[in-house]
């Protein structure tokens, strides 16, 4: 082993400032926690008056090839972290040299890109949608010929809440489809996925230090619209079998990688109750919001104590949740949603509500293994 910051082995301690690479939402509450510990925090996006730069101690705004503010802020931090994953590698093989990076690069670049995320996967056994790499109209035609349709197809890169892909119909004309993908910029690298009939979805979260020692959060349900997630219900209505089966696959991704802080896995549970797994996110995840309230540890502190090199809370469900994601105008009506007393009501301090645009959302309890159905 080297010597060098990404190998440190001491506690960050309280009073150390931690680095957040992105200045969103989940940076913001991440913050927030980091300062209940004791932390201070210093964010850098290229985004002016970021969520995140609210509540934080310290703000670096540029862009991520800015070199320059990458080595102050390097060095200016005790520890750095990422709130999204889409960072180019090199500005985080940069940041190694200067502090210790959690997760590592490693992680993020399985994480940024479909195809290692799908390799990483299945190269330890962990199922997928059947799925193939193609690069052009020809290979998407004879991938189309091996998976079949319906199917989807989807950027490499880059795809988040459903952008970057298009669905594939018995019917579809594969020049059509990949001239969609592309939108008009040329070839873009892409995997063809078969559709999956899925019953549910569902995600885990597990918090991960760097000794090994792992916790993970129970398994919830998701609920899309639009391809953004809507809804998740905590716990979800599964097999405490399968719920276990999720966990540990989350649990063998987080160890194959030597992940420390958070790993997010979104699975489909299909019809004859596999797991598949969909994507993966090395970073707090929307589908863990309702930790914030449900739980004696939330996500956001489990995540700041992994990446501190601190003991793990418990993660332990305290009460059942239903979390309702507020896009766009719909955070407007606080006044109303904060009417009803049982509603925790988190807003990120966006000003501008874009339609689709994440603005905040409201947790709802229950009692423990009351099993809510959805948000009513
Ligand atoms: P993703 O960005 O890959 O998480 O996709 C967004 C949403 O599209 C998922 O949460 C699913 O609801 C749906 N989806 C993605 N991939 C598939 C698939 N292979 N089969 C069925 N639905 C999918």
Redesign the pocket.
């Known amino acids: 082993m080297t010597d060098s910051p990404s190998s440190q082995r001491e506690p960050i301690k309280p009073g150390s400032t931690i680095g957040i690479i992105g200045g969103g939402q989940l940076g913001r509450m991440t913050a927030v926690a980091a300062a209940e510990l004791g932390y201070r925090v210093h964010v850098f996006t290229p985004e002016v008056d970021s969520p995140a730069e609210q509540v934080c101690d310290h703000a670096t705004v540029a862009t991520y090839d800015d070199q320059d503010a990458i080595e102050t802020f390097g060095r200016s931090v005790d520890v750095v972290t990422f709130e999204f994953e889409n960072v180019p590698a090199e500005t985080v093989r940069h940041l190694s040299d200067l502090a210790p990076v959690r997760p590592s690069w490693e992680c993020l670049a399985i994480c940024q890109d479909r195809i290692r995320e799908k390799r990483f996967c299945n190269d330890l056994g962990i199922e997928t949608?059947p799925w193939k790499a193609v690069s052009n109209v020809e290979e998407l035609t004879a991938a189309i010929a091996t998976i079949g349709a319906p199917?989807?197809l989807?950027t490499t890169r880059l795809?988040?809440?459903?952008k970057g892909?298009v669905r594939i119909k018995p019917d579809t004309d594969p020049a059509d489809a990949w001239a969609e993908l592309c939108g008009g910029q040329g070839d873009v690298a892409a995997i063809l996925?078969?559709?999956?009939d899925?019953r549910m979805?569902v995600s885990v979260i597990t918090a991960r230090r760097p000794n090994g020692a792992m916790a993970s959060f129970d398994v919830v349900e998701?609920r899309?619209k639009d391809?953004i997630l809507d809804v998740t219900i905590a716990p979800a209505d599964i097999s405490a079998e399968l719920a276990e089966k999720a966990r540990a696959i989350g649990q063998k991704m987080a160890e194959a990688m030597d992940l420390v802080g958070l790993l997010a896995v979104?699975l489909?549970v299909t019809q004859d109750d596999h797991l598949l797994v969909?994507?993966m996110a090395p970073r707090p995840h929307n589908s863990g919001h309702w930790s914030q309230d449900g739980c004696k540890t939330s996500q956001f502190e489990q995540f700041v104590r992994a990446v501190a090199d601190l003991p793990l809370g418990t993660p332990e469900r305290h009460s059942d949740a239903v979390m309702l994601n507020l896009l766009g105008v719909d955070a407007n009506l606080w006044e109303q949603q904060l009417a009803d007393p049982e509603n925790k009501l988190h807003l990120y301090g966006k000003a501008e509500p874009r339609a689709g645009r994440k603005m905040g959302h409201i947790n709802r309890l229950y009692p423990k293994g009351s099993q809510p159905k959805g948000w009513d």
């Open positions: 949608a199917s989807i989807k795809g988040y809440d459903g892909q996925e078969g559709f999956v899925f979805e998701n899309h391809g979104e489909f969909n994507e």
